[in-house]
């Protein structure tokens, strides 16, 4: 309980100086508010975010149909980083990333790593994120099937989630399935794609996709992407 004495000097203290003085707590809640999340600048896609991707947080983005997208996403996620001057590291199952079809400045703060399965992209994100260069990791398990990451033990996964929450990183993790129970944000990706979007501004086609905040069911199967990142273009 607060000593009225100390209170009322507390007050007298606010009145005299207005606006200087706050609170730990008013401090620790601007703070959040402030970090919480990192937007994306698409509206659809932060409003389904709830602001942007979350700091401290797995995101997953799922595209659950064949071309559903999420490709698009990612790519648009790397130009983002290089405004922001934010280094990236990319883990790739698979090594489907073509660089020749992204701009040359947008590779200057990619990391790539190629990975020969979820497990060891998994691996790779726990050594990662305990280094304090890499604000933004985005893992490619779409060319992945769920029995791929399933094997991967959850008490890793939380490793992961504290050292990200220490250092208040944002990974996203692109796949055709929902991925560990670490991860509390879900959103289902879905950007038309017919043959003759291929050479339109790939943030055009991000703004104009539907991305929907969801919760999946164990019981859904995965489906493997149709077509590679070359497919991409640079707008």
Known sequence: MVDSGKKAALEAIRNQ?????????????????????????????????????????????????????????????????????????????????????????????????????????????????????????LVDLRDSEAADWKSVRSNQWYRILGQMRQRETVTVLFAPSPVTAASKVRVEVTIPMPLASLNENRAELVKRGRFRRTHFSSSQKPSRRACPLEALQAG
């Open 17 to 137: 100086l207005g606006g200087k003085v706050v609170s730990g707590t008013e401090f620790l809640q601007e703070r959040e508010a402030h970090n919480a999340c990192l937007p994306t600048h698409f509206p659809g896609l932060d409003e389904a975010l709830g602001g942007g991707l979350p700091r401290g947080q797995l995101t997953e983005m799922i595209g659950s149909s064949v071309s559903s997208g999420s490709g698009l996403v990612m790519a648009e996620l790397l130009a983002l980083a290089r405004r922001e001057r934010r280094y990236v590291m990319l883990l790739d199952v698979g090594r489907g990333f073509t660089p020749w079809s992204f701009p040359d400045q947008d590779l200057e703060v990619l990391l790539w790593v190629g990975c020969d399965n979820a497990k060891m992209a998994i691996e790779a994100l726990d050594v990662a994120t305990r280094d304090e260069n890499f604000s933004l990791f």
